[in-house]
């Protein structure tokens, strides 16, 4: 099994471009997020989804914009990209959010860099 | 704002010792879950224990949640250098469909 699946594992942006950080699973899980991870900040919820068509936001949703067109994919955009996103990026996936199945998988992250 | 704060921040014990790390929380939860994350990689998910309960193991693993108190201990038992990593509490809440992380504790083990 692949599990989650995301790309690229490393990024290096300028100021002011924009990114998809792509993120898929082959689980068939309803619920996909997105977290940021910064030195001494735990990890940080960006956005996430419910099911396909069904996005929502997290703690920490501006710059960032996602969609959910099908149950597998979970893209995250970077508009404009600026410093402060310099972070890494983790996608997470669970079966199901309320219910005995709220077990979270996780990809291996994306480390950006935006300079 | 964080849900969960983790207690220490850091920690460094001999290999073979028993490891407690802690875990406050401000609202009241469905489920709190621990993971561990090593250097440089995803997180994991070790052990998940619901508000109802009170006590949980796997392996040399022990939860324990006391929801008066909005806190949850984590203890690993007979610690091995492989067990260095960093460790999240996370919790969720009837209602609110996200799952909320601590900001981790960073275990050492000392060969």
């Known amino acids: 099994n692949a599990g989650v699946t995301q790309t690229p594992k490393f990024q290096v942006l300028k100021t002011g471009q924009s990114m998809t950080l792509q993120c898929a699973q082959d689980?068939?899980?309803?619920?996909m997020s997105w977290y940021r991870q910064d030195p001494g900040m735990g990890l940080r919820l960006i956005h996430y989804?419910?099911?396909?068509?069904?996005?929502d936001q997290g703690e920490v949703p501006n710059g960032y914009n996602v969609s959910r067109s099908t149950t597998e994919d979970f893209p995250l955009r970077l508009l404009s990209a600026a410093p402060s996103q310099t972070s890494v990026y983790f996608c997470?996936?669970?079966?199901?959010?309320?219910?005995?199945?709220?077990?979270?998988?996780f990809g291996q992250g994306t480390r950006l860099t935006v300079v | 704002s964080q849900q969960g704060e983790e207690d220490p921040q850091a920690l460094s014990i001999q290999e073979g010792e028993n490891a407690t790390m802690n875990c406050s929380y401000k609202?009241?939860?469905?489920?709190l879950q621990w993971y561990r994350q090593n250097s440089g990689r995803g997180l994991v998910h070790l052990i998940l224990?619901?508000?109802?309960?009170r006590e949980k193991h796997s392996g040399r693993l022990r939860v324990t949640l006391d929801t008066s108190k909005k806190s949850s201990s984590l203890l690993i038992t007979a610690s091995r250098a492989a067990d260095t990593a960093s460790y999240f509490c996370?919790?969720?809440?009837?209602?609110?469909?996200?799952?909320?992380f601590g900001t981790g504790t960073r275990l050492t083990i000392i060969p």
């Open positions: 997470a996936s669970s079966y199901r959010k309320q219910g005995p199945n709220t077990e979270a998988f």
């Open positions: 689980m068939n899980h309803e619920y």
């Open positions: 989804s419910v099911g396909a068509g069904i996005t």
């Open positions: 609202t009241s939860i469905n489920n």
């Open positions: 224990i619901r508000s109802n309960e």
């Open positions: 996370a919790t969720d809440a009837w209602g609110n469909e996200k799952l909320t």
